[in-house]
């Protein structure tokens, strides 16, 4: 069972997000290159970008780059037909979209279930005291659902079902999931090479990694429509992890906009005024068709401003180019993967404001609004917080991903050094420790 806690998510949130790494250099801290843009690296318009791609192999044996960058042998980049420069804008109603969720996700009637006519007659408690199954945090507003049907009196608090709904779109599900094994897995896909393997889950029926990865992208797409939504998702990584009972699925899924996904390194600093989130969600099945824990919870951003780019982008080879002028002389980097992504930047200088009083006073110096700055930050932003998003050139360098002596995997998939060079100016980013 459960531990019950009206602020499990947060606890959720504040337990994944790692505080950036000394070594890691951000935008604001690295050499600043946009002045590439003045010279003379070659630009192309956005319908002959695949075409560069497909020469790089080809290309690297051209400029004699061979001692420099060393890719792996099965490093697709992925097609771009459509490029944009976007504004994003936080959640700041999310909550409001609970009863459709909530429909969604547990085929019930939220108001037959509830009792109540509209979500602003629920009660309202930032502690949880098992007399209601529905309720209202008073502190951040998140609408909150825990299934009292399944408590045992003799373990007051105790719960397997719940849903948790944020004003910035930040959420977490878990239906009947009275058991939550650590991940422990002896293989991985990556989203483009997921097999139809077909493995025994915990419930004891029997399914394909490659359907269920199917039946994510389908759930995420209808779940996030209800509220509206451009964007599109795919997988990243399907994992099978081990219990003796059986297997249970863990599909990590991306966004994409226009086929072009968003990038995932996350700059987490409350001292920059610029930072980077991450943007990505996970599925759990238990069993077949059977959604056991899906977790959204570094917010959801509707798009505001789609502007679109067509001419002037810079292809991988003059990526490559400026990398090659611009780092180390005798730099060599292995690379894994390629692809263009859009880069996410907002200003956070309110959120470094707050936590500097927060370091030099507690809780006690801060004003209820910056009390949810902060709050919020830890899941990618308070409700409003705009973003402004851009092509760039993902370089992934490649991770040293070692077993255990029994051949088991632990290890954080999401993460990992990589290199940006922005498509339109040249700007070089470097996430390095």
């Known amino acids: 069972m459960k531990k019950c806690a009206a602020f499990l998510l947060a606890a959720v949130l504040l337990a994944g997000c790692a505080k950036t790494p000394d070594g890691v250099k951000s935008n604001t801290e690295n050499s600043r290159t946009a002045d590439n843009a003045k010279n003379n690296y070659k630009k192309i318009a956005v319908s002959e970008l695949d075409g560069e791609s497909d020469r790089l192999n080809e290309y690297i044996s051209e400029q004699g780059y061979e001692d420099r960058f060393f890719l792996d042998e099965d490093i697709e980049i992925n097609s771009v037909s459509e490029l944009y420069d976007l504004t994003l804008v936080q959640a700041d109603d999310f909550d409001s979209d609970f009863p459709k969720l909530y429909g969604y996700l547990y085929g019930r009637d939220f108001y037959e279930d509830s009792g109540v006519k509209d979500i602003s007659e629920l009660p309202v408690s930032d502690e949880y005291d098992g007399s209601a199954s529905f309720f209202i945090g008073e502190t951040y507003g998140q ?16 719960y397997t079902t719940s849903m948790y709904t944020y004003p910035n779109g930040a959420m977490y599900y878990e239906n009947n999931a009275e058991l939550f094994p650590s991940p422990h897995f002896k293989e991985f896909f990556t989203g483009d090479n997921i097999p139809d393997n077909i493995y025994k889950m915990l419930d004891g029926s029997e399914w394909s990694l490659k359907e269920c990865a199917d039946t994510s992208i389908k759930t995420l797409t209808e779940l996030y429509q209800l509220y509206d939504s451009d964007y599109e998702f795919k997988p990243f990584l399907a994992i099978p992890n081990e219990t003796e009972e059986g297997i249970y ?9 226009k086929g072009v996904p ?4 996350m700059i987490y600093d409350p001292q920059s005024n610029e930072q980077c989130k991450t943007m990505w969600y996970e599925c759990y099945y238990y069993g077949r068709d059977k959604l056991t824990l899906l977790t959204g919870v570094m917010g959801t951003e509707r798009i505001t401003r789609a502007e679109r780019i067509t001419e002037d982008v810079l292809p991988v080879t003059s990526a490559l180019d400026i990398l090659n002028n611009e780092l180390a002389e005798y730099i060599q980097l292995e690379i894994a993967d390629i692809s263009m992504v859009y880069y996410n930047e907002y200003d956070s200088s309110e959120y470094a404001e707050a936590s500097k009083k927060y370091e030099a006073g507690g809780n006690e110096a801060l004003s209820d609004n910056e009390s949810r700055l902060l709050f919020y930050h830890d899941m990618g932003g308070a409700p409003g917080t705009e973003y402004h998003c851009y092509p760039v050139w993902e370089f992934k360098l490649k991770k040293d991903l070692k077993a255990d002596d029994d051949g088991y995997y632990n290890s954080d998939f999401m993460s990992g050094d990589a290199i940006y060079v922005n498509a339109v100016t040249g700007e070089v980013m470097l996430f390095i420790d």
């Open 143 to 158: 609408v909150q659902f825990i299934d009292t049907s399944n408590i045992d009196p003799d373990e007051p608090g105790q």
């Open 249 to 257: 699925f863990e599909i990590v899924m991306y966004r994409t906009y």
């Open 262 to 265: 968003f990038n995932n390194n």
